[in-house]
């Protein structure tokens, strides 16, 4: 499915997120304070967002997919001289603690098991290694839940049918059942060995960032 969507991803993205979806990569990328020391993962790096933005920091980032179109998308980017690899993030292809910050966009309800792929995250990252999570949200505020849903659900399966792959874009808002909840989410963190957990709303609830330490 990513391989199909991949042509026109980021047209998407930014279309849905009225570009927005930049704005908080920019602000979570600037709070990890990345430095030329860091080495960066780019966990389901896509078309390469985030490794872009991260490559402004440091010379050493390594964007990591599942999905071979993505990585072409990244590649057409010219991202030197960060390093795509395609690979699993149940199975991360790297050593143990030779990463200092891991972020990751959108991707967590498309794992098979969070808990085993923060569980791996924790193993390649170094103790004191931060870690970014950019993903989707459910809005608190019953009134905005529910224009959220009816955009969600309804306009954006709608536009991305037209623009992109029909049964893709109807999968991507039902895929927001797999999110577990922010407590449940904490539970798995803390499980997997981060601490120092904190959350930052972004578009009034429906989208979050997230970021921890791993001790």
């Known amino acids: 499915m990513f391989d199909r969507i991949a042509p026109r991803y980021d047209r998407m993205n930014r279309l849905m997120t009225g570009r927005m979806d930049q704005r908080w990569r920019k602000e979570l990328i600037r709070r990890l304070h990345i430095g030329d020391e860091d080495y960066v993962l780019d966990l389901a790096c896509g078309t390469g967002d985030f490794a872009e933005l ?11 997919d599942f999905s071979r179109e993505m990585l072409r998308g990244a590649q057409a980017r010219r991202l030197a001289p960060v390093q795509l690899v ?5 199975r991360l292809p790297l050593r ?16 098979t098991s969070i808990p085993d792929m923060l569980v791996e995250l924790a193993r390649v990252l170094a103790p004191g290694g ?14 905005v839940r ?8 309804r306009v954006v399966p709608f536009v991305g049918g037209l623009l992109s792959d029909r049964s893709a874009y109807r ?6 059942v797999y999110m577990p909840s922010q ?12 601490a120092r957990i904190t959350k930052r709303r972004h578009a009034f609830g429906a989208a979050q960032s997230i970021m921890a330490v791993r001790q």
């Open 54 to 64: 991260a490559r402004l920091e440091t010379r050493h980032v390594v964007g990591l």
């Open 86 to 90: 395609q690979g699993d993030a149940l």
């Open 96 to 111: 143990d603690g030779v990463i200092t910050v891991a972020v990751s966009g959108f991707a967590l309800r498309n794992f």
């Open 130 to 143: 931060r870690l970014g999570l950019l993903e989707v949200d459910r809005p608190a505020n019953p009134v």
């Open 146 to 153: 529910a224009g959220h849903r009816v955009y969600f659900e």
């Open 171 to 176: 999968y991507l808002p039902q895929s927001t």
């Open 183 to 194: 407590d449940e989410l904490v539970a798995m963190l803390r499980e997997a060995g981060f």
